[in-house]
């Protein structure tokens, strides 16, 4: 097992339409306004950007985020990523009873040398960071979503 790569997966059930949540994913640069883990987005160009992380560790992660897709009929938004994460990322907005299911998904490895240092002893103290972060991002939504 490579103790540097990790493969994530969270799923939202957001209690709005698809159309309201994939306008709010597809803005990253407005993350930072509802996603407390998200302390900075930075455009590059039209297609990427930078982005920098910090969830209840001390220490950030910064990313130069590339658009891979954007298909609103679809409902994906999916980017790859370079910097301390090198991989992909993965938003999934559907339709679901009344509501919205989102799934995440999310494929790295990590490059930031501390991290790397640490994979073997920090693995699930890296895994629980990530989770306060996705909860972070889900509850910051869920209260966008309500002002929208």
Same mark, same amino acid.
């Given at each position: 097992?490579?103790?540097?790569?990790?493969?994530?997966?969270?799923?939202?059930?957001?209690?709005?339409?698809?159309?309201?949540?994939?306008?709010?994913?597809?803005?990253? $640069?407005?993350?930072?306004?509802?996603?407390?883990? #998200?302390? +900075?987005?930075?455009?590059?160009?039209? !297609?990427? =950007?930078? %982005? &920098?992380?910090?969830?209840?560790?001390?220490?950030?992660?910064?990313?130069?985020?590339? $658009?891979?897709?954007?298909?609103?009929?679809?409902? #994906?938004? +999916?980017?790859?990523?370079?910097?301390? !994460?090198? =991989?992909? %990322? &993965?938003?999934?907005?559907?339709?679901?009873?009344?509501?919205?299911?989102?799934?995440? $998904?999310?494929?790295?490895?990590?490059?930031?040398?501390?991290?790397?240092?640490?994979?073997?002893?920090?693995?699930?103290?890296?895994?629980?960071?990530?989770?306060?972060?996705?909860?972070?991002?889900?509850?910051?939504?869920?209260?966008?979503?309500?002002?929208?």
């Amino acid at each position: 097992m490579d103790w540097c790569r990790y493969r994530f997966r969270s799923v939202w059930e957001l209690a709005a339409e698809p159309d309201a949540v994939y306008a709010a994913l597809e803005r990253a $640069e407005d993350y930072p306004n509802w996603w407390p883990q #998200v302390r +900075e987005v930075t455009s590059l160009d039209e !297609l990427s =950007g930078t %982005a &920098r992380f910090r969830s209840l560790l001390p220490y950030d992660l910064v990313v130069t985020a590339r $658009e891979k897709r954007r298909d609103p009929a679809a409902g #994906v938004l +999916e980017i790859a990523m370079t910097g301390d !994460l090198d =991989g992909w %990322a &993965r938003w999934t907005v559907t339709a679901d009873s009344g509501g919205t299911r989102v799934l995440y $998904e999310q494929e790295v490895e990590v490059r930031k040398p501390l991290m790397r240092r640490l994979a073997l002893l920090a693995r699930p103290v890296f895994l629980l960071n990530h989770a306060l972060m996705m909860r972070g991002g889900r509850r910051g939504l869920r209260q966008l979503l309500k002002r929208v």
